[in-house]
């Protein structure tokens, strides 16, 4: 079946079979590895991506269903060659350990701060709930999401004053 979808802003045809996982396409026809593979039954959220500005785990969803959707992944974070302001509050407030976990919780992030810029604590615990970490007991996580949310939210409410 041709597949036909915006990918990281980038329209995209493809010859696959609509019965594969969106995370095997991505990894295996796309070359796209950074969403991680790991459960492989929707627990762990490593392999959260975008479509069309809601997470969903990669490897539940099927690849005929992205047909005319939009998909960000992580590797369209990056802003012209430059870290996000979410990438980069990760690094800053050492959110990253082993690194596996960290495609899937920035997408979940990404997607709460296009729904939300101002989230409270509580609101970024729910919207990681779904994303397991191994490594952390979460809190770096937490204030690097706070931390690009302020920086996000700030910019935002600068443009509109102007």
């Known amino acids: 079946m041709l597949l036909r979808c915006i990918l990281n802003d980038k329209p995209v045809e493809i010859e ?27 627990e762990c959220g490593a392999c959260t991506v975008l479509v069309d500005g809601e ?3 990669s490897c539940l969803y099927m690849a005929g269903k992205i047909q005319g959707k939009t ?17 980069q509050s990760f690094l800053d407030h050492h959110a990253v350990q082993c690194g596996f976990c960290t495609p899937g919780m920035l997408m979940s992030a990404k997607a709460l701060l296009l729904h939300n810029p101002h989230p409270t604590e509580q609101e970024i615990r729910r919207a990681l709930s779904g994303n397991l970490c191994r490594c952390t007991g979460y809190t770096a996580i937490v204030e690097a999401v706070q931390d690009a949310a302020d920086k996000l939210g700030g910019q935002a409410d600068a443009a509109a004053d102007q």
């Open 71 to 87: 998909i960000y992944t992580v590797e369209g974070l990056a802003e012209d060659g430059r870290l996000s302001a979410l990438q």
């Open 55 to 57: 997470p969903v785990n």
């Open 16 to 42: 696959a079979d609509p019965t594969m996982t969106l995370l095997d396409l991505l990894r295996e026809k796309l070359h796209l590895t950074g969403t991680k593979k790991s459960c492989g039954v929707g």
